[in-house]
């Protein structure tokens, strides 16, 4: 069990890399003060509500290195408890 846990940590931070390098930056709304009326009226835009992110470029490196360490780790896990088991 703890190896495909750790399987699909490392693939959702290999997919999270994977789009970090795609995007420029990233909107957030905040979701207690937007409205769905505010999204379908385009002369209002929620502007006041937007957070916008931009990932450093270190970081989609970083989070498919991390991604990748974990999915080799997790392929390693039935070897080491073979091992302290003998």
Do not use: H, K
């Not at 979701?31 to 209002?44: H, K, Q, V, Y």
């Not at 931009?54 to 989609?60: L, S, T, V």
Request: proline residues 6%; charged residues 15%; hydrophobic residues 55%.
């Amino acid at each position: 069990m703890w190896r495909s846990i750790f399987i699909a940590v490392g693939l959702m931070a290999i997919i999270v890399g994977v789009e970090c390098l795609l995007i420029d930056s990233a909107s957030f709304y905040s979701a207690s003060e937007t409205r769905a009326s505010t999204f379908l009226n385009p002369i209002n835009a929620p502007s006041a509500n937007i957070r916008l992110w931009q990932p450093e470029e270190w970081f989609p490196w970083a989070v498919l290195s991390i991604g990748l360490i974990t999915i080799l780790y997790a392929f390693t896990l039935p070897r080491r408890f073979r091992r302290a088991a003998a």
